[in-house]
């Protein structure tokens, strides 16, 4: 099971932060950009997130909870990520969008909001690198775990087993801690925000996780 963490819940000295993150026990960076539209709260714009990530080193794992998804995909493409996720309940055209990604070279991850049922995405299952299943409602970081996301990553890794030209890895999103994580042990990757960064020792945190 691999770490993609979350620097949405740093609140001071982000930048030294994110590289003390970024050299911690992590498998991916965590990026998680907020338009104010599709999600009430904004993040970073593709300016501010280059300087605040320079000199980090771990691939990008970019989610985008925005309304606009071409914009963001061309803005965030620039980074040479590997994933970029767009949010299945902000796209019109899912699989115009999902060659878009391609087209840049970029693996695709379709995210599912809590209210949003699996058998909504099944259509593009054999389409994408990644499906990221949110157990939390996307906006902010520090809320709890919903707990129907465990059904929803179980039922993805029954049809991934079950049809050999599936080829997604699953990702968890939001409320992940220590407890949390025994309700995710069929995810291939889980994201981790405050569990890590609240505290003043992001190993100590991510050693707890593995
Ligand atoms: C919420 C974000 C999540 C969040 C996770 O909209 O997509 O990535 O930052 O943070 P925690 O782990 O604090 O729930
Ligand atoms: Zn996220």
Known sequence: MKISASFLSIKDNLKENILVLDQSNIDYLHLDIMDGKFVSNKTWDIETIKKLLTG???????????????????D????NPDYITIHFEAVDDIEEMINYIKSKHIKVGLSIKPNTDIVSIIPYLSLIDLVLIM??????GGQDFI??????????????????????????DGGINDETINLCRNADIIVVGS???KS?????????LK
């Open 200 to 208: 003043d020792n992001y190993n100590e945190q991510i050693n707890k």
């Open 56 to 74: 980090t080193n771990r691939p990008k794992d970019v989610h985008l909870m925005v309304s606009d998804v071409k914009t963001y995909i061309d």
């Open 135 to 140: 157990s939390v409602e996307p906006g902010k």
């Open 147 to 172: 707990e129907s996301a465990s059904s929803k990553i179980n039922i993805l890794k029954e049809l991934r087993d079950e049809n050999n030209y599936y080829h997604y890895v699953i990702e968890v």
């Open 195 to 197: 569990y890590i960064t």
């Open 76 to 79: 965030f493409s620039t980074l």
